[in-house]
Nanobody, 114 residues
């Protein structure tokens, strides 16, 4: 059964950076697009960015374009999300997902202090 595990979330100051990781197992990782979502309490989960199997990007959330970068390493079965110039509004729990298989990780918390 497929599984995703996120890591890398932390408490950082505004302007700081983090790299989130999403490690997959139990399915052929390289055959599936992967997306990152985020959610704050009381709000709907929103898509941040996605990546196709060949590395092409799917849509970026406008507020993160130019600050967040998604990459994938199919040899490591891992997708990375680099978060630069973090702002307090980026505070959320970040989740990765395989939309075609409806697999979600447990999320990793990013908190940005002002």
């Amino acid at each position: 059964q497929g599984q995703l595990v996120e890591s890398g979330g932390d408490l950082v100051q505004a302007g700081g950076s983090l790299t989130l990781s999403c490690a997959g197992s139990g399915f052929i990782f390289r055959d599936y697009p992967i997306s990152w979502y985020r959610q704050t309490p009381g709000k709907e989960r929103e898509m941040v960015v996605g990546i196709e199997i060949d590395g092409r990007l799917t849509s970026y959330l406008p507020s993160v374009k130019g600050r967040f970068t998604i990459t994938r390493n199919n040899d490591e079965d891992t997708v990375y999300l680099r978060l630069n110039k973090l702002q307090p509004d980026d505070t959320a729990r970040y989740y990765c997902t395989v939309p075609m298989l409806n697999i979600w990780g447990q999320g990793t918390q990013v908190t940005v202090s002002s």
